[in-house]
């Protein structure tokens, strides 16, 4: 017949190590043998937070994931497995209560071409009228939404009593030439410099300006100037002094900045 042992009928009376049966130690209503408890035994989700030691829980112990994926959270604080993007792609910020995806670089900021003209031709004029001095540079955009930046870089001799405007064209297509109206200016012309002194003078020639042509035609700038006050004196693009010939060249460049 088989035993049996009653309610309250051992108890702990004369060891301080508690009571052992079959190698399995109860003291003070606790299962003391290490290693004797099977996960079967705890109720699920009993384990707390407190319960887990801090950096315990190894990168062996996490679940097996999607290569390239980036653990996240959602709006709603549970953690999620971000889309691995595709080669090139970069992490990006989709706002608050979202959790962030793989797009494509933006392409702001870069610089995607330069072209530049070197002029080595002194070249004067005596009329007092806006004419082109022939120096262009041609660029064809790769998106609408570009930028231009001209940089016109140059020295121009003069006499007494002599300046000069510049002013930059433009044609669109081959639609017909057209003046940039750069605001700020005088009608749209950048004064470059005024020679008051008794004789023959030089000075730089640098006109900057970011042009935003909304098309991927191509585009041929060219630089216009008016030497006013000419007549009977030369005035000369291309030259460190007025009629010397001391040749230095004039560089028109167009960079391409995409938006």
Not at 151 to 178: E, H, P, W
Request: hydrophobic share 35%; glycine share 12%.
């Amino acid at each position: 017949m088989a035993s049996e042992i009653k309610v309250d009928t051992i108890s702990e009376k004369t060891s301080a190590n508690g009571v052992t049966i079959d190698s399995v130690n109860i003291k003070d209503g606790k299962i003391a043998t290490a290693n004797s408890i099977d996960s079967d035994a705890y109720v699920d989700g009993s384990i707390d937070t407190a319960h887990i030691a801090d950096d315990q829980i190894t990168l062996a112990k996490m679940a097996s994931g999607t290569d390239g994926n980036i653990i996240s959270y959602d709006a709603s604080g549970n953690p999620v497995a971000i889309a691995t993007g595709s080669d090139g792609q970069v992490l990006t910020s989709t706002g608050a209560g979202s959790p962030p995806a793989f797009e494509a670089a933006p392409g702001g900021g870069k610089v995607n071409q330069v072209v530049q003209t070197v002029d080595t031709t002194i070249r004067s004029a005596t009329t007092s009228s806006m004419q082109s001095t022939s120096i262009s540079v041609t660029i064809t955009p790769s998106a609408s939404t570009s930028k231009i930046m001209l940089d016109f870089n140059g020295y121009m001799g003069f006499s007494t009593g002599l300046r000069a405007f510049f002013q930059v064209y433009k044609n669109v297509g081959g639609a017909g030439i057209g003046a940039i109206a750069i605001p700020g200016s005088l009608d749209g012309m950048m004064v470059v410099g005024e020679n008051d002194t008794a004789t023959s003078s030089c000075v730089a020639v640098q006109l900057h300006y970011l042009d935003s042509p909304s098309t991927t035609s191509e585009i041929v700038y060219t630089m216009y100037w008016n030497p006013n006050g000419g007549g009977a004196h030369n005035v000369y693009l291309g030259e460190m002094k007025g009629g010397a010939n001391n040749t230095c060249p004039t560089f028109f460049t167009a960079t391409e900045i995409l938006a």
